[in-house]
């Protein structure tokens, strides 16, 4: 069975950093994309951003727009865990923030939602 736990939450001033750690036990396809999802207050869930292993060991990221050049995704595969660097918050991105990995047996595996907060 796969469990992820995420940690890493809270509440921040605007300008703020947060760092969310998603770790995974359990058979994770490590060879997969390992994401970070958001659901904002009366929206639906967001991709937010996502991070692959090609078979030459590098990976490549993406951002959802508004996030770019203050989040960072990043994975340790010997540790099957994902995090997501969080600098300049801003209060629209309050929201319950969701880790996605893929187990070996086809299924994506979700995290229980960490609450980040943002204060203006």
């Known amino acids: 069975q796969v469990q992820l736990v995420e940690s890493g939450g809270g509440l921040v001033q605007a300008g703020g950093s947060l760092r969310l750690s998603c770790a995974a036990s359990g058979s994770i396809f490590s060879d997969g994309v390992m994401a970070w999802y958001r659901q904002r207050p009366e929206k639906q869930r967001e991709l937010v951003a996502s991070?692959?292993?090609?078979?030459?060991?590098?990976?490549?990221?993406y951002y959802e727009g508004s996030v770019k050049g203050r989040f960072t995704v990043s994975r340790d595969n010997a540790k099957n865990t994902v995090y997501l660097q969080m600098n300049s918050l801003r209060p629209e991105d309050t929201a319950v923030y969701y880790c996605?990995?893929?187990?070996?047996?086809?299924?994506?595996?979700w995290g229980q939602g960490t609450q980040v907060t943002v204060s203006s």
């Open positions: 991070i692959t292993r090609s078979s030459t060991r590098s990976s490549s990221t």
């Open positions: 996605c990995l893929p187990g070996l047996d086809g299924r994506d595996y």
